[in-house]
T-cell receptor, first 112, second 114 residues
């Protein structure tokens, strides 16, 4: 059974600070890793994808991957109230059946 | 910007009734996914299509759920009969289907079974 674990939160961060979101996964064969943002009542929206160990930066967002530790993280710099949402970690295994396995999500609140 | 289309956006039905959801993926996307998201949980894959063929339906409750993608383009997910526990958001996603391709989600259909 493939599992993706996230702290459900809520995680409260002051505006302008760095928000750090974490995720662990059980399937060592996992190849691709994604962070989606989901506002209440809306569908998930892709924020970042990462495939290799190390850091990947895109604007205020940095994804970090450590396959040896089976750990993925997302850093949000200069947090804004509009960043308040649920952040879903998703993992894809290699192979033809490549549906995503999602964590339960971390609810992030940016305090003005 | 191309988007995944879904309809209806909201559906209220009584238990034991039949319901159907429709999805039109982004043009050119060979792979189509149906997910179910229960409130407070992450999305769970129900079925994956590659063109018109089912690639993975291991988590689809086949006694009451069915899915088809007859011409390899749009897709329909059906529940018959609906149960109270089926109340959830049903999400359709599509991708080009090649390695490392991103899945793009539609707006979802929110189902309430009374």
């Amino acid at each position: 059974q493939k599992e993706v674990e996230q702290n459900s939160g809520p995680l409260s961060v002051p505006e302008g600070a760095i928000a750090s979101l974490n995720c662990t996964y059980s399937d060592r064969g996992s190849q691709s890793f994604f962070w989606y943002r989901q506002y209440s009542g809306k569908s998930p929206e892709l924020i970042m994808s990462i495939y290799s160990n190390g850091d990947k930066e895109d604007g205020r967002f940095t994804a970090q991957l450590n396959k040896a530790s089976q750990y993925v993280s997302l850093l949000i710099r200069d947090s804004q109230p509009s960043d308040s949402a649920t952040y879903l970690c998703a993992v894809k295994s290699g192979g033809g059946a490549d549906g995503l396995t999602f964590g339960k999500g971390t609810h992030l609140i940016i305090q003005p | 910007e191309a988007e995944v289309a879904q309809s209806p956006r909201y559906k209220i039905t009584e238990k034991s009734q039949a319901v159907a959801f429709w999805c039109d993926p982004i043009s050119g996307h060979a792979t189509l996914y149906w997910y179910r998201q229960i409130l407070g949980q992450g999305p769970e894959l129900l079925v994956q299509f590659q063109d018109e063929s089912v690639v993975d339906d291991s988590q689809l409750p086949k006694d009451r759920f069915s899915a088809e993608r007859l011409k390899g383009v749009d897709s329909t997910l059906k529940i018959q009969p609906a149960e109270l526990g089926d109340s959830a958001m049903y999400l359709c996603a599509s991708s080009l289907g090649r390695s490392r391709e991103t899945q793009y989600f539609g707006p979802g259909t929110r189902l309430l079974v009374l």
